[in-house]
């Protein structure tokens, strides 16, 4: 089974922008749909992107259109989440994850990450 381990998160003002990455170890997960969820104190995790197993097609929350990016590069094994003009809001444990299905519409999680804090100061 994949191993899933998040990086990149912090600290940042609002309007600032992170770069999260994801990578994997023990097998590729090139085949498969890749996504990013996030859960705020209090809230229900949540998905805010997923991408289609080779990075063509991509799926967004409503409220991160615009501001975040999700890509993938499979030659090195990892995902990736741009996140710009970050808001209060946005502060959340983000959550790599990896889906069953190979299309950027999958819903069945096949693995997860641990999670890195993203925090965002007004």
């Known amino acids: 089974q994949v191993q899933l381990v998040e990086s990149g998160g912090g600290l940042v003002q609002a309007g600032g922008s992170l770069r999260l990455s994801c990578a994997a170890s023990g097998r590729t997960f090139s085949y498969s749909a890749m996504g990013w969820f996030r859960q705020a104190p209090g809230k229900e995790r949540e998905s805010v992107a997923r991408?289609?197993?080779?990075?063509?097609?991509?799926n967004y929350l409503d409220s991160v259109k615009g501001r975040f990016t999700i890509s993938r590069d499979n030659a090195k094994n990892t995902v990736y989440l741009q996140m710009n003009s970050l808001k209060p809001e946005d502060t959340a444990v983000y959550y790599c994850a990896e889906y069953s299905g190979t299309s950027a519409d999958s819903s069945t999680v096949r693995s997860w990450g641990q999670g890195t804090q993203v925090t965002v100061s007004s």
């Open positions: 991408i289609n197993w080779s990075g063509i097609t991509t």
